[in-house]
């Protein structure tokens, strides 16, 4: 069946709010109006999350004993490895306005599991107060680059690891300005669950959520791309202007909820607000002292997080690990997260585009050497038969019997959030297409059906173009081979966001793929 004769058979009864929320269900859609022009702040203020974590560590916080490779005897090794199993696997994704507190938090964080000694922390203190910058040493933990700590703004994907009793944590710090916003794309789509840390400081919250702040284009960009969770920390609740006021606190979670709901958030399931201060750590490990903040009643940020269900996941279907990073570390290393289904080591699997046939001949989970692991791990995954020149970001590490579609052509269904201005979205609009790991430059090459937003059907009448806020199937094509499914099949690798200047102009998913004769 070719592409139009499967479109027609589509019954297009999913809503708009379907791609923006990637829920079947469909909850509620996202308000054009609500997509933001791109901040405007630059220089000064810290941001959230990491930095370059060198690779063959996934995170390395110098000096500390986050990044200590266990030096056991092989019996135990097994042993932990069946300890660990038991323990259930989340990755949180920090999100949020530049200088929200994001670094900070995820330092403290670190701290407070011990991941990070007294001493480590004394040393960043001295470091902070050398440049000047006293409050951004516990930044210093998850922004390990120079450039990072002398600007306090995070560039890169920050990478660490906790535990809590129940459940093992991957933190992924994701920069907030806009200049950054694909790299926070990158962390927000390997994401299960977002903290969204908000400012209460006087000014801030304010600079981060009206027109020109990063809060509403990270929301929604979170919610695209599959962060169906989200906490949403009121950071900054000891700072004098606010001195943990209930008042202040209220007033910024009156002001949030409304612009969750038209995300598409359920904000009565999916998003629980909690006041913290990231500086101190007041209100994270253990809850605050009533003494200090009398009006609160509710969890600290690890009992909240460890509240979080585990999504579903597929530990049996066909193998699928998007490719984030590579590196050479005797041998080719591919990192990425487990989509689907299962991997151990001696696996033969295929990397695809290029079809190259590779061994599994080592699997690194969080910073230890592991012989199995399954879907929603973060992995550093050694593999034999392919040079790591012949590997790239974007590539996924697919099983051999079902391996992941390679197309250059797909049709989707796009919601359009906010075009440029005097921009026209019609057959021959080009942009930046974001899908899981792979930014690619794309072009809509047809606009095949609009969707009636009132009565979910698709219009009788072809569309030349379409206006902000139209739902519409289109065929979007690309210039080199890429890997993506069907958003009913795998909605990780088949949610994509269309980007064009800096700005997030639409959400989509894919809808169909040309059939395996037909592919490029």
């Known amino acids: 069946m070719d592409i139009e004769e499967e479109i027609k058979a589509l019954q297009l009864d999913s809503s708009a709010e379907d791609i923006v929320t990637g829920n ?69 994704v920090f999100i949020g306005h530049v200088d929200a507190g994001k670094s900070t938090t995820g330092g403290q964080i670190l701290f407070l599991s011990g991941q990070v000694d007294d001493r ?64 926070m794309i990158s962390g927000a789509s390997q994401a299960d669950i977002g903290v969204l840390v908000i400012s209460a400081r006087k000014g801030e919250f304010e600079t981060g959520y009206e027109k020109g702040g990063q809060t509403r284009e990270h929301v929604q960009l979170a919610k695209t791309l ?3 969770k989200l906490l949403v920390v009121v950071n900054k609740m000891d700072e004098p202007t606010v001195n943990w006021s209930k008042e202040r606190y209220d007033e910024i979670e009156t002001k949030m909820l409304p612009f969750l709901r038209s995300s598409g958030y359920n904000v009565k399931k999916d998003v629980q607000f909690l006041p913290i201060s990231g500086l101190v750590g007041s209100n994270m490990k253990t809850r605050i002292d009533k003494s200090i903040c009398p009006w609160w009643n509710g969890p600290c940020l690890f009992e909240a997080l460890d509240a979080v269900e585990v999504p579903a996941r597929d530990p049996k279907g066909p193998f699928r690990m998007p490719i984030i990073d590579k590196f050479k570390d005797m041998g080719t290393v591919v990192m990425g997260k487990v989509e ?48 790591e020149e012949e590997v790239s970001a974007g590539f996924v590490l697919s099983s051999v019997a079902k391996p992941i579609p390679a197309v250059s052509e797909f049709v989707a269904q796009l919601q359009i959030l906010e075009l440029l201005d005097n921009a026209i979205f019609t057959a021959g609009y080009k942009a930046v297409l974001h899908i899981h790991a792979i930014v690619e430059e794309c072009e809509i090459v047809e606009l095949m059906q609009q969707i009636d937003p009132k009565t979910k059907k698709p219009m009788k009448k072809k569309p030349l173009f379409v206006k902000n806020g139209a739902v519409v199937v289109c065929r979007i094509q690309v210039n080199n081979l890429m890997c993506v499914e069907k958003f009913s099949d795998f909605p990780q690798l088949g949610r994509f966001t269309l980007r064009t200047e800096g700005k997030t102009v639409a959400v989509g998913k894919v809808t169909s793929l040309p059939s395996i004769g037909d592919r490029a």
């Open 24 to 92: 079947a269900n469909g909850e509620e859609d996202a308000k054009p109006n609500d997509v933001v022009k791109p901040d405007e702040k630059d220089e000064g203020s810290k941001d959230v999350a990491n930095a370059n974590a060198p690779p063959p560590a996934g995170v390395e916080l110098k000096g500390t004993s986050a990044v200590k490779e266990k030096e056991t005897p092989a019996p135990e090794v097994v042993e932990d490895e069946v300890e660990e199993s038991q323990k259930r696997h989340l990755n949180v």
């Open 340 to 387: 689907s289904g299962s991997i151990r080591e001696g696996d033969n699997l295929l990397v695809m585009p290029n079809k190259a046939q590779v061994k599994v001949v080592a699997i690194f989970c969080d910073e230890d050497k592991a012989r199995r692991a399954g879907p929603g791990e973060n992995l550093r995954v050694r593999i034999s038969g392919v040079e």
């Open 120 to 183: 480590t922390i004394q040393k960043y203190e001295k470091e902070a107060k050398d440049k000047s910058r006293e409050s951004w040493y516990m930044a210093y933990i998850m922004d390990t680059n120079e450039e990072e700590r002398v600007k306090g703004k995070t560039v890169e994907v920050g990478r660490a690891h906790f535990e809590t009793a129940t459940t093992r944590f991957t933190i992924l710090d994701a920069p907030g300005h806009k200049s950054y916003v694909p790299n």
């Open 226 to 228: 599959g962060v169906s």
